[in-house]
């Protein structure tokens, strides 16, 4: 069974750009998290959705950060205008439920030059 | 806010040491799990420890849940290179229960294990 996939699994990017990071998460999971993780602040949730719906997005920084989830296949966390502080490894999860075990994904390395 | 302090951030030992990792709030935590990350990797999840005082085996990892649900500990005997990578503790929730499995994960332990 294919795990949590996320695309692209590289980036780099220039100040101002705007960047979008895809996830696919594991087929029947209806819980979708977006982390991000910095060698400073370790790993943070961003925001988490549960049934396409965004439940919790306390930890998204800023404006400049949005994430949408159309449908229960597919969700993308936006960025823009990207700023260098926003480079990081960006990871997304998935899980049965919101308590249930989360499944990561591989990550996308952000560079923001 | 719920903080999870891990130590020693850094540990790099020999082939066949013993070795303990840290994981301590001043919050309650519902339950609390140990991951492991390598490089390039997202983390994998090792253990789920939800009662106080719980032992947890997995070969040569003990993993500990603190009778007051605060703190846990990793113990590996006879660490092995295949060992190395980055292990994280993250706790889920707090006693009064919350809507989702919210973690909040400890910085880290970057364990590096010699030949």
């Known amino acids: 069974d294919a795990g949590v996939i996320q695309s692209p699994r590289h980036e780099v990017t220039e100040m101002g750009q705007e960047v979008t990071l895809r996830c696919k998460p594991i087929?029947?999971?209806?819980?979708l998290f977006w982390y991000r993780q910095t060698m400073m602040r370790g790993l943070e949730l961003l925001i988490y959705f549960n049934n396409n719906v965004p439940i919790d997005d306390s930890g998204m920084p800023e404006d400049r950060f949005s994430a949408k989830m159309p449908n229960a296949s597919f969700s993308t966390l936006k960025i823009q205008p990207s700023e260098p502080r926003d480079s990081a490894v960006y990871f997304c999860a998935s899980s049965l439920s919101g308590i249930g075990q989360q499944f990561f994904g591989p990550g996308t390395r952000l560079t923001v030059l | 806010t719920q903080l999870l302090e891990q130590s020693p951030q850094f540990l790099s030992i020999q082939e066949g040491e013993n070795l303990t990792v840290y994981c301590n709030s001043s919050s309650v935590f519902s339950s609390l799990q140990w991951y492991r990350q390598e490089p390039g990797e997202g983390p994998v999840l090792l253990v789920t420890?939800?009662?106080?005082?719980e032992v947890k085996k997995l070969k040569r990892l003990t993993f500990q849940f603190g009778d007051a649900r605060k703190d846990s500990s990793l113990h590996i005997t006879a660490a092995q290179p295949g060992d190395t990578g980055l292990y994280l503790c993250a706790g889920a929730g707090d006693a009064g229960g919350t809507s989702y499995g919210k973690l909040t994960f400890g910085q880290g332990t970057i364990l590096t294990v010699h030949p």
């Open positions: 087929s029947g999971h209806n819980s």
């Open positions: 420890v939800v009662t106080g005082g």
